[in-house]
């Protein structure tokens, strides 16, 4: 539905000392999210089990800390059933907005020449 079929691609010969900085950058961005991932698979069952001792508690007090599992409810606007049961509405209010993605990836032909 994006309605994007063609791309603007850049020859980025002659440009290799930006691409090694581009590419040493990347290489810490990817160690970083790495990292990321991993900290919050250790963090997950530390939560689960502070979680677990409060039980049906809202609030666990101790020596200089206060733990808030609070309940509540969420709000969210329902668009796939909207469009289901009002198809006429849903068209009239739905909106396309143009967007850019970025992402870095390492292809096989990395530091290869290409011909555009």
Known sequence: MNGV???DVLDLAGQEENLDRLCDINDRISKMEKEVKRLKKVKEPLEKGIKSMLENADIGITVGYQ?????????RFNSEKLKEEKPDIFERYYEERPLRRFSIKRTETAGEEFDF
Request: overall charge neutral; charged content about 35%; proline content about 0%.
């Open 67 to 75: 733990v808030d599992y609070k309940r509540g409810t969420t709000h």
């Open 5 to 7: 079929t063609d791309y």
